[in-house]
């Protein structure tokens, strides 16, 4: 047992009990069979256990500057040089004290107090010591280098395109540690250093503002011009210095911006600007290290993305480029359009006659191609003869590197705790609502009339999808119940299961539930969620069954029973039908893999193609329940690389041989992309690290931990976007569910690893991460009426707080079996979101908007949904004529999108540019 093992499990009895969370429940697995968390099996294995409380987890916030003076004089192997940055001495005071602790669990850092080249001089106590390369110990200033050198992994991947030291530096790693502990021990994560603690002041103040904001707003409407004078009024321009800071303002923006100018003429809106030398309140010194901290964070996020084939922030990237040498990589296999869409064409985009299901024939397939696959330390390995035993075939095929993947991870994890970074995001954020707030307050009319002047489109006949929502919950309970009845008229007698050997129908089974069909209502179902579910999961699990019968359950919502599914593919393609028949919803239906065997995509995709479900409202997710610990404790697996084989080497059998697998071939071109999925409350009793165990040696009961998971899956997928684009297929996408609950590392993994994310509830509590999300717009697929449920009321939702700002969420139901009442369930999130948060019409079309933008339909697709060239960015990429989105909207949130990236790239140059005066400013020695 590791040193770092045997510290977690001292602390496990103080963890809260494991709490179950819902969606997968929809999977078909019970939660009640989890081990649980006794004190007893995790008593401490060491007699040092009781120690380590003192020396590793109290940590000091605070330190005086006689303390600060100490610390900088004696110079111990953990406080960096000279450096004096308030984070530092903030998160880092009591380091010296743990020292002598930690022997066996990572190398020491070397720490080298030598300057390797002069920085900014004098200007900031930031960059005093140039501080040593957590990587690299020979100390050259390119920064990520890993020593291996594994085939399939690019150059590109091993260097940021920019020298970016921090005040951090040389720290990450600890800094992770002790964060990745507490998140161990901090169950309800109150104390977490990178969150503002619930009961603040910051969070009732901020409250109380948002209270009285959305009164004003709501006043506003009553009396617009009262108001918009006074606004004007506050903004005039009344002296000649501003006058002409002004002209300068709007001369600068013309060179960075020419063709945005452009397109101003034709674009007259009211604009808020922020005049003066430190436009966004803090000194210059802060600024610098938060962009640092931020623009690092991008680079690494643009690294994976690349890496995996999925795609990068147009705007974010072409700002990165102007800092590095080199081209970002992602998005460099931008999927064009064979035949360009006429701008004036159909709303509706043209299907195929044939159903993609009709021919499943192997003669017709993609040709073997002879390759072979296997498995090694948790990731496919692809090589060009089937036998495998010859290390010379593989296949050069990109793949990432589980070290430096890790020292991503620590960097992050660093920087989202940096005070002075924390305090900088949350004040651009808050900037970001109240430049909204004046948007709205000076646009709202020229934003309606735009809207009104499109003929025919308003927010009905615009195109949504539901970004999250699982197959086997998408029906309402009516819907179901409706269905269960009429199975119960129609077929009586068709045996439907087999228990102990012996044939059972649906009768025999409700007879043995004493129940007939006149008895069913939708409260004797009782698969609602109701208040006694908040925060109960337990509760709220029970709910996945009809009638609290699980029978029903495996015989209804199943697709791998003894009918192969039938009733379950039936109420799908109802549900399907009702999509079309609304013509403008579509959903994202995720379908479960579980990884117990080997043969689960065979007949998940045989289910498909024998019932035909599809449609072309629907697209499908495949989800990954975390079950790990629950499969092994049923000796179902042996270690974690058995369920990541029987997940992925399916898929790559497949994509290499497709007439082995016609039906799964047929599917996979319908599938987008992996979701990963659990109760993200549950404790987690590892910490993901360089050291953790590869897969083939966790072999343990317990769970591996949420970034284990998800690093895996990327990893694997990663390989396998590669193979298919080689063979011309379609590519898949990570998009788990993350940040509903749990600790906030979770949305680190997120941000490095996936194309976007559902939920994201506790990027609120985390202003580095929440400004990330909106400088990359990574979408975020939001279900505020299952949240209402399980684990956030309804007011208390981030949603009108995350829209505000310009990140990129959309509205998705989740489960409307549960939640909802109507048989359009995505109405009904958008009726009761738009009611209850006073969103406009605008707002609404936004949304829908970004659902679109954030889904995994295709480029071709889109095109037709938003407009031909939506691909472009700002108004080009816009038609309103199609998604009844005003101009000034789209216009707005580029711009301001743009000027935070600005801020952010101007403060790396303009202290490059400083950084070389000084060079030459330094004086010359006078000899004597
Ligand atoms: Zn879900």
């Known amino acids: 047992m590791s040193w770092l093992q045997r510290r977690v499990y001292a602390w496990a009895p103080l963890l809260g009990a494991a709490s179950r969370r819902s969606c997968l429940q929809s999977l078909g697995l019970d939660r009640s069979v989890l081990p649980a968390v006794s004190p007893q099996s995790r008593a401490p294995l060491s007699a040092s256990g009781g120690n380590l409380r003192g020396s590793y987890f109290i940590l000091g916030w605070s330190i005086d500057s006689r303390q600060r003076a100490a610390a900088a004089a004696v110079p111990t192997s953990y406080s960096s040089s000279s450096s004096s940055s308030p984070c530092c001495c903030r998160h880092f005071s009591s380091q010296s004290s743990r020292s002598s602790g930690r022997d066996k669990m990572s ?431 337990d509760k709220f699990n029970a709910k996945y069954n009809p009638i609290g019968e699980s029978i029903l359950r495996e015989i209804f919502i199943k697709t791998d029973n003894y009918i192969e599914g039938k009733y379950f593919g039936h109420i799908i393609k109802e549900v399907m039908e009702d999509l079309e028949e609304s013509k403008y919803q579509n959903a994202e239906l995720r379908l479960s893999i579980y990884g117990r065997s080997r043969d689960e995509w065979d007949r998940l995709a045989k289910w498909a193609v024998k019932h035909k479900v599809y449609s072309n409202n629907v697209c499908w997710l495949v989800q990954v329940p975390r079950l790990f610990d629950v499969f092994r404790t049923k000796k179902q697996l042996n270690n974690f690389q058995d369920m990541l084989e029987n997940i992925f080497i399916p898929v790559f059998e497949a994509t290499i041989n497709p007439r082995n697998h016609p039906e799964l071939h047929l599917f996979l071109q319908h599938v987008v992309g992996f979701d990963s999925v659990d109760d993200e409350s549950k404790p987690e009793h590892h910490i993901f690290n360089a050291d953790s165990p590869l897969p083939v040696n966790w072999t343990e009961d317990d769970n591996p931990p949420y970034a284990y998971y998800l690093y895996y899956m990327y990893a694997n997928m990663t390989v396998l976007n590669h193979l298919r684009k080689k063979r011309g297929f379609n590519t898949f996408v990570l998009r788990p569910h993350c940040g509903e609950a749990g600790p906030i590392h979770h949305l680190i993994s997120g941000f490095m690893l996936s194309q976007n994310i559902s939920h994201g509830l506790l990027l609120r509590k985390a202003p580095v991460l929440q400004y990330l999300y909106y400088l990359d717009q990574i979408g975020i697929a939001m279900s505020p009426l299952s949240n209402n449920s399980l684990f956030l009321s309804y007011h208390r939702n981030p949603l009108p707080e995350y829209l505000s700002r310009g990140l990129m969420v959309s509205l998705s139901t989740d489960d409307p079996l549960q939640f909802h009442f109507t048989k359009e369930p995505l109405m009904e999130e958008y009726s009761i979101a738009a009611q209850v948060w006073k969103l406009s019409s605008c707002d609404m079309c936004e949304l829908a908007r970004n659902s679109v933008l954030m889904s995994g339909f295709s480029y071709k697709v889109k095109g037709y949904w938003l407009g031909p060239h939506y691909q472009k960015e700002s108004i080009e990429g816009n038609d309103i004529r199609r998604t009844n989105v005003p101009d000034i909207r789209v216009a707005y949130r580029h711009e301001t999108l743009c000027e935070e990236l600005n801020l952010i790239t101007q403060a790396l140059i303009t202290a490059e540019q400083l950084e070389n005066d000084s060079i030459n400013m330094t004086p010359v020695s006078e000899s004597r």
């Not at 005070?419 to 004046?438: A, D, E, I, N, T």
């Not at 927010?459 to 819907?479: E, G, L, W």
């Not at 007879?511 to 908040?534: K, Q």
């Open 107 to 537: 190398d020491p850092i070397p720490i080298t107090g030598k300057k390797l080249r002069p920085r900014l001089q004098g200007r900031s106590s930031l960059q005093n010591a140039e501080p040593p390369d957590v990587h690299n110990k020979t100390g050259t200033l390119k920064q990520i280098h890993c020593s291996q050198s594994l085939p399939g992994t690019p150059l590109s991947l091993k260097s940021f395109p920019i020298h970016l030291p921090t005040s951090m530096d040389g720290k990450y790693k600890e800094i992770a540690e002790e964060l990745f502990t507490r998140s161990l021990t901090e169950s309800d994560m109150r104390t977490a250093p990178y969150e503002f603690p619930e009961e603040s002041p910051i969070e009732q103040l901020e409250e109380r503002r948002q209270r009285l904001e959305r009164q004003i707003s709501q006043d506003v409407r009553l009396e617009p011009e009262i108001l918009l004078r006074a606004k004007q009024d506050f903004m005039k321009i009344d002296s000649a210095t501003d006058l002409q800071h002004y002209k300068d303002q709007i001369d600068a923006t013309t060179e960075k911006y020419p063709e945005e100018k452009e397109n101003e003429i034709e674009q007259e809106f009211q604009r808020v600007r922020i005049f003066g030398e430190e436009k966004c309140g803090v000194p210059f010194t802060d600024l610098l290290d938060a962009a640092k901290c931020v623009v690092k964070s991008l680079f690494v996020r643009e690294k994976y993305m690349a890496l995996s084939l999925q795609s990068f922030g147009k705007t974010t990237k072409r700002f990165l480029e102007q800092l590095g040498d080199r081209q970002c990589q992602a998005n460099m296999h931008d999927e064009t359009l064979e035949a360009p869409i006429s701008p004036d064409t159909t709303i509706h985009s043209p299907f195929a006659e044939e159903h993609p299901y009709e021919n499943c024939d192997p003669s017709i397939m993609p040709e073997d191609t002879g390759f072979g696959c296997k498995m090694i330390d948790g990731v496919t390995h692809v090589y060009s003869e089937s036998n495998i035993m010859d290390k010379t075939t593989e296949l050069n095929l990109p793949r990432p590197d589980l070290q430096e993947f890790t020292a991503d991870m620590n960097v992050l994890m660093a920087l989202i705790i940096n005070g002075p970074v924390k305090s900088f995001c949350y004040r651009r954020l808050q900037y970001l609502s109240s430049k909204f707030q004046m948007h709205v307050l000076l646009n709202e009319m020229k934003e309606l009339a735009a809207q009104k002047k499109v003929p025919h489109r308003d927010f009905y006949n615009i195109r949504k999808v539901d970004t999250h929502i699982h197959a086997s919950s998408c029906m309402n309970q009516k819907h179901l119940l409706r269905f269960i009845k009429r199975s119960m008229k129609k077929n009586p007698d068709e045996i439907i299961h087999v228990e102990n050997g012996k044939g059972q129908t649906l009768k025999d089974v409700f007879e043995s539930m004493n129940l007939t069909a006149y008895d069913l209502s939708v409260d004797t179902l009782d698969m609602h969620a109701d208040r006694n579910t908040f925060h109960r999961f």
